[in-house]
């Protein structure tokens, strides 16, 4: 493909519905990242795959956020029991094989609102 | 912990002339830096990095950065801005063997014509 796509491109809900974010990377990217972005904030890291290992999930701000990886390729990120504090834009970006020294690759976001 | 400055939310500035955006990052280990930009709509991307080497770091569309490890800084500068660079931009650190990267608030280029 030609970038990471990520899709919707803006998610409104209701506080306490579950909602899914859905992430393409670019192929043959072997890393994959999920950020939140708050208003005025930095981008704040969530969870990293790499490849077929466990990924980092230390980001993840509560129980009620998961997100998995199929086959390598696509990600989606479950958050449930959506809350008001949950509103943010959710950004993914993939790189070749998650070196630190790296450019990463971002998606255009989801921006989620909850009512 | 590292953690990443970007002193003003927002710089204002004319049409052509010059502009630095300020960021600072603490650490104790090595560090790489990268500056990247979200244009209004867009995806952020790369602007620049500094891996190791030379202080003085080029990057796209004019624009160039300094790593300084006594001052902990790596400011973004260009001579000469457009209307065109208008966008946020992002000030991002990671040591050689974390792949998180922690990033600043960003900075708002606004260009006046």
């Known amino acids: 493909g030609a970038g990471v796509s990520q899709s919707p491109s803006n998610k409104v809900t209701e506080k306490g519905k579950d909602v899914e974010l859905r992430c393409d990377p670019i192929?043959?990217?072997?890393?994959l990242y999920w950020y939140r972005q708050s208003l005025g904030q930095g981008l704040e890291f969530l969870i990293y795959?790499?490849?077929?290992?466990?990924?980092?999930k230390s980001g993840l701000p509560s129980d009620r956020f998961s997100a998995e990886r199929t086959g390598g390729s696509v990600s989606t990120l479950t958050i449930q029991r959506t809350q008001q504090e949950d509103s943010a834009v959710y950004l993914c970006a993939s790189s070749f094989s998650g070196q630190p020294n790296e450019k990463l690759f971002f998606g255009s976001g989801t921006q989620l609102s909850v009512l | 912990a590292q953690s990443v400055t970007q002193l003003d939310s927002q710089v204002p500035v004319f049409e052509e002339a010059p502009v630095e955006l300020r960021c600072n990052y603490s650490s104790s280990v090595s560090v790489y830096l990268f500056w990247y930009v979200q244009y209004p709509n867009q995806g952020l991307q790369l602007l620049l990095k500094?891996?190791?080497?030379s202080t003085l770091v080029k990057g796209i569309n004019g624009f160039e950065a300094e790593f300084n490890k006594s001052q902990t800084s790596f400011h973004l500068r260009k001579p000469s801005v457009h209307i065109s660079d208008t966008a946020e931009y992002f000030c991002a650190v990671s040591d050689n063997s974390n792949y998180q990267l922690i990033w600043g608030a960003g900075t708002k280029l606004i260009i006046k014509p």
């Open positions: 795959f790499q490849g077929n290992s466990a990924p980092d």
């Open positions: 192929s043959g990217h072997t890393a």
């Open positions: 500094y891996l190791s080497g």
